[in-house]
């Protein structure tokens, strides 16, 4: 409690950022624009979260693709292994080994740090790996997939 007798404001929250596809559908709108409104909500919490001096974070899963997604549908060939694979929570491994999904990932996860003085992330890898094959090796050289992503 604060000195005053009432709560005081939490030191820090984490945002987990999903669902807004699913709020965009029940509305009848498409994916994307659960997506924008889901970004223009972050940035009202990170600024009031500022204002009341409490520590934003946020959680993240950069790695993962939703064949539901515009990035899958552009780029299906960014997933680690086929799409014949056993997915994990309806999603794909992206395919890290490969410098243009690094890029992607990157520019991505800048973008949400940029949008909002974010003090700390939580990356949350945490599927294991039963397909490593990469659309970017040859044949012979599948067997470097694996290593490619660490």
């Known amino acids: 409690m604060a000195e005053n007798g009432k709560l005081a404001p939490p030191r820090h929250i984490a945002i987990i950022m999903d669902g807004n596809g699913r709020w965009a559908k029940q509305r009848g709108l498409p994916r994307t624009a659960g997506h924008k409104v889901g970004a223009e909500v972050f940035r009202k919490i990170a600024r009031y979260c500022k204002k009341l001096g409490v520590d934003l974070g946020v959680w993240v899963e950069p790695e993962m693709v939703s064949e539901k997604s515009e ?3 552009q780029h299906s060939d960014w997933i680690l292994g086929h799409k014949q694979q056993a997915m994990g929570r309806n999603q794909y491994v992206l395919d890290l080994g490969r410098s243009e999904v690094c890029d992607y990932i990157y520019e991505s996860v800048a973008r949400i740090l940029r949008s909002a003085e974010v003090k700390y992330i939580k990356w949350d890898m945490n599927r294991i790996f039963t397909d490593t094959y990469s659309a970017a090796l ?7 997939a694996a290593h490619r992503y660490m």
């Open 71 to 73: 990035l899958f549908r």
């Open 138 to 144: 040859p044949p012979q050289r599948q067997g470097e």
